[in-house]
């Protein structure tokens, strides 16, 4: 619908452009997740988007970042040390957050627990996450990580999963 604000106002000529919306991430829930592979010097990096994510409602987010955008989620195999440390990069500004569940499986949300959160924690800047979790994980569990940002900005971003590297490589 075009309308304009008087009654005797003329539709403006020019061109009107309707885009089509890309389509939902393939990691949109939990069981699609992206597997992050655990490396020492967290060398895996992993490309991430949240564009045209939606929200996961029916799982818990305790972390109460407000105006945050829909949703995608990462799994990580624990290592045999139990330390997992997540962290993720943003090539422009944009404030991202995340937090880790474990689960017995992931198609019953109900049973998903959550571990962490966090929202500015990563060494590399722009407001990204990071989660070091060295206590409490269980080796060879996979972990459930959910990513999302404030303001329901939408961005690609980098992400990684190392047992002793705290940083991104740039």
Not at 26 to 41: F, K, Y
Not at 76 to 83: K, Q, Y
Not at 87 to 99: N, Y
């Amino acid at each position: 619908r075009i309308q304009t604000y008087g009654a005797l106002d003329s539709i403006p000529s020019g061109l009107l452009c309707v885009l089509q919306t890309p389509p939902q991430p393939a990691n949109s829930d939990p069981c699609s997740g992206t597997l992050l592979t655990v490396t020492s010097i967290c060398n895996a990096v992993a490309a991430g988007t949240n564009v045209s994510s939606v929200t996961t409602t029916d799982i818990h987010n305790p972390c109460g970042y407000p105006g945050s955008s829909g949703d995608v989620w990462f799994k990580a195999v624990v290592p045999a040390s139990g330390h997992l440390i997540i962290d993720t990069q943003s090539l422009v500004p944009f404030d991202g957050s995340m937090a880790i569940y474990s689960a017995p499986g992931c198609l019953d949300h109900s049973q998903f627990e959550w571990i962490a959160c966090n929202d500015d924690g990563s060494s590399t800047g722009n407001e990204m996450p990071q989660l070091d979790i060295s206590t409490g994980l269980v080796a060879g569990d996979t972990v459930y990580i959910r990513f999302w940002a404030y303001f329901a900005a939408e961005e690609n971003f980098r992400i990684c999963a190392s047992n002793s590297t705290t940083t991104l490589p740039v």
